[in-house]
């Protein structure tokens, strides 16, 4: 079976051979159908976020269960499933307050190699799932039956993208019907944040970008108003459409210290600013707590939409099937793996919301 | 009358005569009886926090209102009040009728109505307040009527110091039973949120200062267990061990202090909050890595004088003292007339003090 590798940063994948470890009681090996490409492997790829090398990335997976664990029960082979990498023990403390997201034991890496190159040299699988392969060996909780007629390279997209910008809206914050919704960067988490705050019934619902096009994009996934961060009264153009006092949420999708602090201006009196975008690890957000404190604003994050995988894929599943969610709308292209560079530099230019990677 | 007048940062206050003028529309000149020396006022007073100088310093306050301007329906001459910085609200707003009228659009700054004998203005110092006269004048939203035996003492601590602790523990963070509690800061507002926390039922509730002797009086307060974050090499791993390794539910940060701010969410657990309710001088930032509010989704925040609903909280907080529940006695240090006002302010500078309290005749 075939993988891409990242072997130095900021340079070219290579695709090459690689072995798969035996299938543990509780692991699951997936024949991958589609990978989505995300923002986060071009900051891995590019040494922006931590870990070591050489690993494989993509973590936006779907595909065919091809075999399973003595232990495991949810999954059958030939069952197609979503691929994630929120790992879960199920005993924790956040698994058995109902944030499995939150799992103590998520990044804990695998007791053996996940992957390792033909002559046999470990493989990191980022996210412990390595997506940019043929196929895959993960823990049981990683997976998601899906029904059969939901196709693939779609079903894909709702392992990370989606459901980092749809829950970041539904679960993290819990956005409520009426309340004004900001949304900073209208690429592939920020229009999944918006389609989350249209839904919900949010309103306003403001798209913050600076690119028009993805404006006019924000516009299709249901954002009421578009406001472009280069103008220089972006901050207050958003205390204009939310009654002069700044938004109630403000969801920050873009990986960009510079648009937190442009998001804690957006926000009203007791608003909330939720990143949910990664900024490069080497970004520091300086604040003045003063700002925090008479406004009573709140900064928080949200990791992954704060997702609940056995609970919100299937929901998920069910808006695109009755046409609530767009998905269709989220590819841009698709590439075989060969091609996977230029699906990444495609991503790198911002031409794509989605590109996937169909095996 | 007298006041005790800021004439320059970081100077001694000078005791000297004031004028004042009568109250205009919505406002009420208070004869003041007690008001405590808050940290604010001296973050004030060294310039740390800006504000006008000349000005009268003195947030805490409670007295009796002696006049009231047009239009005032909500106290009479003669009755005991305390006077804060929060804003009852104008009862109009979007703030005020969804139930937050502490964030009240229409509070507006307070204008100047003291001035020295020679005509210059006088602005309040840490808050509209001007406690620290004889008499001063406030907008009737400042004010909450207190019982006529209630010791006025007790009560201009309550306008500030009590609200905001008690507050941010009730009204903000809205603290549940069995939750975990790490208050940064054991003084006056610190204390506050230690026994608001034990009130609802919070466990463990820790208390992290620098002084052994203000980490006692937290286990007075109700503080299960302490950190001494001088002494112990690495008080968030020391915090993460009395909450399983996890880290606190609720931090509050009671200093005035960016890297006590820090701390805080790193003693927070995933999903934790920290509220920030210690005002942290403007120049004073935090830093923070880019996934160190994302990975574990920990909430920071901030609260302005306990998100207070005067006329809900303060009634509130008398029977929770009169009951017993709330300690109000054990917060007062001293008790200093207006003309000792620098000695009762070196004395909580040097963290000797809880409250001192300037009494009036």
Same mark, same amino acid.
């Given at each position: ?359 | ?66 006049? +009231? *301007?047009? #239009?005032?329906?909500?106290? =009479?001459?003669?009755?005991?009040? !305390?006077?804060?910085? &929060?804003?009852? /609200?104008? $009862? ?71 609200? +905001? *602790?008690? #507050?941010?523990?009730?009204? =903000?963070?809205?603290?549940?039973? !069995?939750?975990?509690? &790490?208050?940064? /800061?054991? $003084? ?174």
């Amino acid at each position: 079976m075939k993988a891409a590798i990242c072997y130095e940063f900021d340079t070219p994948l290579k695709i090459e051979e690689v072995e798969l470890a035996p299938t543990g009681a509780h692991q699951v090996r997936v024949r991958i159908e589609a990978t989505a490409i995300c923002h986060s492997d071009i900051h891995d790829i590019k040494g922006e976020l931590p870990g070591p090398r050489p690993f494989v990335g993509g973590h936006e997976s779907a595909g065919y269960v091809a075999e399973t664990g003595d232990a495991v029960t949810s999954v059958r082979p030939g069952d197609p499933v979503v691929v994630s990498l929120l790992k879960s023990c199920g005993q924790c403390y956040y698994c058995l307050t109902g944030m499995p997201h939150l799992c103590e034991k998520m990044m804990a890496p695998p007791a053996v190699p996940l992957m390792r190159t033909k002559a046999g040299q470990p493989l990191v699988a980022k996210g412990n799932i390595g997506g940019f392969a043929e196929a895959v060996l993960v823990d049981e909780s990683q997976v998601v039956k899906l029904p059969p007629e939901m196709p693939l390279d779609r079903a894909c997209l709702l392992a990370c993208g989606v459901s980092t910008g749809f829950g970041g809206v539904v679960n993290r914050a819990k956005v409520r019907a009426l309340q004004s919704v900001v949304v900073i960067g209208a690429g592939g988490v920020g229009v999944n944040a918006i389609q989350g705050a249209a839904y919900s019934g949010a309103d306003p619902v403001i798209a913050v970008d600076v690119l028009e096009k993805k404006l006019e994009t924000a516009k299709a996934f249901g954002a009421s108003h578009a406001v472009n961060a280069k103008s220089n009264d972006a901050a207050e153009q958003v205390r204009r459409l939310t009654s002069g006092r700044g938004a109630d949420w403000v969801f920050v999708t873009v990986g960009s210290v510079a648009a937190i602090k442009q998001g804690l201006a957006m926000a009203g009196k007791r608003g909330s600013v939720v990143i949910i975008g990664l900024p490069p690890v080497k970004d520091t957000l300086t604040i003045a707590p003063l700002e925090l404190i008479a406004s009573e604003r709140t900064l928080t994050g949200g990791f992954m939409g704060s997702t609940n995988l056995r609970v919100d894929i299937p929901r998920l599943v069910g808006l695109y099937r009755a046409g609530r969610l767009k998905l269709d709308e989220l590819i841009t292209e698709r590439f075989p793996l060969a091609k996977i560079n230029d699906a990444i530099a495609s991503m790198q230019r911002g031409d794509a919301l989605r590109n996937v990677i169909v095996f | 009358m007298k006041a005790a007048v800021c004439h320059e940062f970081g100077k001694p206050l000078s005791v000297e005569e004031v004028l004042l003028e009568p109250p205009r529309e919505g406002e009420v000149k208070v004869r003041v009886k007690a008001t405590a020396i808050c940290h604010s006022d001296i973050h004030c007073i060294r310039g740390e926090l800006g504000g006008p100088v000349p000005g009268i310093p003195g947030h805490e306050t409670a007295g009796y209102v002696e006049e +009231t *301007g047009p #239009g005032v329906t909500s106290v =009479r001459p003669g009755d005991p009040v !305390l006077v804060t910085t &929060v804003t009852s /609200g104008c $009862g109009q707003c979007y703030y005020c009728t969804i139930g937050l009228p502490h964030l009240c659009e229409r509070h507006k700054p307070r204008p100047f109505h003291h001035r020295t004998v020679s005509g210059q203005p006088l602005g309040s110092m840490a808050g509209p307040v001007a406690g620290l006269a004889e008499y001063t004048v406030v907008s009737d939203r400042q004010l909450a009527v207190i019982p006529a035996d209630f010791p006025m003492d007790r009560a201009s601590l309550i306008s500030c110091g009590v609200l +905001t *602790g008690y #507050g941010a523990v009730f009204n =903000r963070a809205k603290v549940q039973p !069995l939750s975990s509690v &790490v208050v940064v /800061g054991t $003084g006056g507002v610190g204390l506050n949120a230690i026994q608001a926390a034990a009130l609802a039922g919070a466990r463990p509730v820790i208390a992290v200062d620098i002084l052994d002797s203000k980490l006692e009086m937290a286990r007075a307060f109700g503080a299960t267990q302490f950190v001494n974050s001088k002494k112990e090499a690495d008080p968030i791993k020391a915090v993460r061990q009395m909450t399983a390794g996890r880290g606190a539910d609720f931090v509050f940060i009671t200093v005035g202090s960016a890297a006590a701010v820090k701390q805080g969410v790193f003693m927070s657990a995933p999903r934790g909050m920290t509220v920030i309710i210690g005002l942290v001088p403007m120049k004073d930032q935090v830093c923070f890595g880019s996934f160190d509010l994302i990975g574990g989704e920990r909430v920071l925040t901030g609260c302005g004088g306990g998100s207070a609903r005067l006329s809900l909280d303060v009634p509130r907080i008398i029977e929770l003292y009169r009951a017993g529940k709330l300690m109000l006695d054990e917060l007062i240090t001293g008790h200093y007339p207006l003309q000792d006002v620098n000695a009762a302010i070196e004395s909580t500078e040097k963290g000797q003090a809880l409250r001192n309290i300037i009494m009036f005749d």
